[in-house]
């Protein structure tokens, strides 16, 4: 199988939160980032930092993810430059 | 005197709807090679940088031939070896869409790629300066973009795409301009207004291309 990209692997990252209705949580997915769970917390936190996620706890303290405008922004940005991409075969 | 007599008239808006698309392109795909380096996208908005570089001097050329009296024309008609430079300007862009649509088959080898390609056409550039003609500009040119369309008319085989078959056609549209541009030189010089077909040509090719990053990068 093909290494991913850091770029794709955001790309997943967002896509599943986005797929699940803009929120998901950790467990959900860590399993569906096909990451190891250092790598997957790597992935978390830069995401946080750059504001394309966010961490949101319940009042029961169990956290969820929820992608963010800049995040869909990202996703648009993303599919934007796969079609120029593909179509000029770059 | 008619518009089609005005021939500064038409050398500047020609330059124009050369210099204004392809500098709209280069600001457009800079701005999604910014948001992921990828090698292929700044080739591909290089070449249009160059497109538009190499129709500006090629602009100022032609003005400091017209008004030789002003000291701007003094500076590039007293210093010859200002067309190497010109040369290796109209040359680069065909290059850079080369590069884009192959960098991945040089694979660890592609700055070396990039490096050999520049000297050659350097080189292409020295020759012709010394033996006082463009002919060689002309052959690697048409050679090029003969590469360039038969690549990117396999991708769009391989892969059809919206865009893919247009891009495809803009590229021997370019190509068509080379051969063109070629013939008044050396063949058809007798012809009245090839050149301004090689205009059209041109123009439209660019336009093409504006055309398809406008619609696939629209709101980016």
């Excluded at chain 2, 570089?53 to 590039?76: C, D, M």
């Excluded at chain 2, 973009?145 to 891009?167: A, C, H, L």
Aim: charged share 20%; aromatic share 20%; with cysteine.
């Amino acid at each position: 199988m093909k290494k991913r990209e850091r770029f794709d692997v955001i790309k997943d990252i967002l896509e599943s939160i986005k797929k699940n209705n803009g929120k998901i949580k950790p467990t959900r997915l860590l399993y569906s980032s096909n990451l190891s769970s250092l790598m997957f917390k790597d992935y978390i936190s830069d995401l946080v930092k750059t504001g394309l996620i966010t961490e949101v706890s319940n009042s029961k303290n169990k956290k969820h993810y929820e992608i963010t405008e800049k995040g869909n922004d990202f996703l648009r940005k993303y599919s934007m430059f796969n079609e120029f991409v593909s179509n000029l075969g770059l | 005197m008619a518009i089609i007599d005005n021939f500064p008239l038409i050398e500047f808006i020609y330059s124009c709807l050369i210099i204004f698309p392809s500098l709209l392109i280069y600001i457009k795909t800079k701005k999604i090679y910014n948001f992921k380096k990828h090698t292929g996208v700044r080739y591909f908005s290089k070449a249009f940088l160059f497109f538009a570089i190499s129709f500006s001097i090629r602009f100022i050329y032609f003005i400091s031939q017209s008004y030789s009296e002003s000291s701007l024309s003094k500076i590039i008609l007293y210093n010859n070896y200002l067309l190497i430079l010109f040369e290796l300007f109209f040359l680069v862009p065909g290059f850079y869409f080369f590069m884009s649509l192959t960098y991945k088959k040089f694979g660890r080898y592609r700055r070396l790629a990039w490096c050999l390609g520049i000297v050659f056409l350097f080189l292409v550039s020295l020759v012709d300066y010394f033996t006082y003609t463009f002919l060689l500009m002309y052959i690697v040119s048409i050679g090029l973009f003969s590469m360039n369309s038969f690549i990117s008319y396999r991708n769009y085989q391989k892969k059809p795409t919206k865009y893919g078959q247009i891009y495809s056609t803009a590229m021997v549209l370019l190509l068509i301009s080379w051969i063109l541009n070629f013939s008044t030189q050396y063949i058809l010089d007798k012809i009245p207004f090839l050149r301004y077909y090689v205009y059209f040509v041109n123009v439209l090719a660019v336009l093409i291309m504006l055309f398809i990053v406008n619609k696939i990068l629209d709101n980016f």
